[in-house]
Antibody, heavy 118, light 106 residues
């Protein structure tokens, strides 16, 4: 069974940083592109970015590029999202996703909730 | 960025046929995918590459389209289909999602 489990979410003060992790199991992690998607409360889905199998290509939605850094550790089957200079607009559920052929996301984690507030 | 436009909401009765549209601001070829999201849950993939049914998804769901105009069809609609449906394109960088169509059952 394909499983993605995010961790590291919580309450963080404005201007601070936070790093999310996504533990993958049930598939060959190093064969897939992986990505992050977020969803603000009551809002739609927003693509953050994606990383290829060997981390040689990392793409971001341009408006979010300065705030987020995506990385992965294939030995640990783990995907990461480093978030910096957080503001209230970054309050959201952050989903880890597996990207399959053609760019579809065919597996999603349950999401990590991040609340930015003083 | 490629903007995907969806109608915000639809209300249908069980047993009816419903079509949910997604229009792209520029061509996305057939790299269009559809997701279902129920309240409090993560999205799940329904249709990929415009018209391919994801494994395990009921055949009541189908997709069509290419270029800029795409459709997700549910026929017949069941009570369990109450959810928000999102389209997503992966042809142009960055990937983008539509704002979602909330489907309600009468």
């Amino acid at each position: 069974e394909v499983k993605l489990v995010e961790s590291g979410g919580g309450l963080v003060q404005p201007g601070r940083s936070l790093k999310l992790s996504c533990a993958a199991s049930g598939f060959s992690f190093n064969d897939y592109w992986m990505g992050w998607v977020r969803q603000a409360p009551g809002k739609g889905l927003e693509w953050i970015g994606e990383i290829n199998q060997d981390s040689s290509t990392i793409n971001y939605t341009p408006s979010l590029k300065d705030k987020f850094t995506i990385s992965r550790d294939n030995a640990q089957n783990t995907l990461y999202l480093q978030m910096s200079k957080l503001g209230s607009e970054d309050t959201a559920i952050y989903y880890c996703a597996r990207i399959n052929y053609g760019g579809r996301t065919d597996a999603w984690g349950q999401g990590a909730s991040v609340t930015v507030s003083s | 960025d490629t903007v995907l436009t969806q109608s915000p909401a639809l209300a249908v009765s069980p047993g009816e046929r419903v079509t949910i549209s997604c229009r792209a601001s520029e061509s996305v070829s057939t790299l269009m995918h559809w997701y279902q999201q129920k309240p409090g849950q993560q999205p799940t993939l329904l249709i990929y590459l415009a018209s391919n049914l994801e494994s395990g998804v009921p055949a009541r769901f189908s997709g069509s389209g290419s270029g800029t105009d795409f459709t997700l069809t549910i026929d017949p609609v069941e009570a369990d289909d109450t959810a928000t449906y999102y389209c997503q394109q992966s042809w142009n960088d960055p990937n983008t999602f539509g704002a979602g169509t909330k489907l309600e059952l009468k």
